[in-house]
């Protein structure tokens, strides 16, 4: 709101992937062939209720489905806050899948940067060498311009990718 700008591109989704090609150490291991092929299903259609509505806290519970898995998501903003909040619960039924949080921005840049615990670093969009790539507590992609740009934080999630130019991706379940 600050900056009067749209920070989305797309609405930020839940992305079901091909884990398949993960077959020495399928546990950690995920491949630039399945994180290249697009999802094979995305969570949609919400089921939306609004959980609190407050003067210093709004709160929706949204719950969505993908295959046999079902998420719940509370997403909150609080009056004074700067960020959205998002809690997840997930029961999580796909086999030989991953789960990934999408998020689509406005800013676009050839890299990306990355929390690693005692400062950052810098890398670019997927490659076969260098695809899911580890982060502490937060990504983030900046335009080009250095005008602007977008932090996704995490306190328990920590491989990610860079699917484009503007586009990164959190894994959720593995």
Request: net charge negative; aromatic share 10%.
């Amino acid at each position: 709101k600050t900056l009067g700008k749209e920070l989305l591109k797309k609405p930020i989704r839940l992305a079901v992937l091909n884990n398949v090609n993960s077959v020495d150490w399928p546990a950690w291991e995920v491949k630039y062939e399945d994180l290249k092929k697009a999802p094979y299903m995305y969570a949609d259609s919400p089921e939306i209720k609004i959980k609190d509505r407050g003067n210093a806290l709004c709160s929706l519970e949204i719950t969505k489905t993908a295959g046999k898995s079902v998420f719940t998501q509370v997403v909150s903003l609080g009056c004074e806050s700067r960020f959205v909040s998002v809690y997840n619960e997930t029961d999580w039924r796909e086999e030989a899948s991953l789960l990934k949080a999408e998020f689509s921005f406005t800013a676009e840049n050839d890299f990306a940067n990355y929390d690693i615990g005692m400062g950052w670093t810098r890398r670019g969009t997927n490659t076969e060498k260098l695809c899911e790539v580890p982060a502490q507590k937060w990504a983030d992609i900046t335009d080009k311009e250095d005008n602007f740009g977008v932090s996704v934080i995490s306190e328990c999630k920590y491989g990610w990718d860079k699917f484009d130019d503007n586009t990164l991706r959190l894994t959720l379940m593995h």
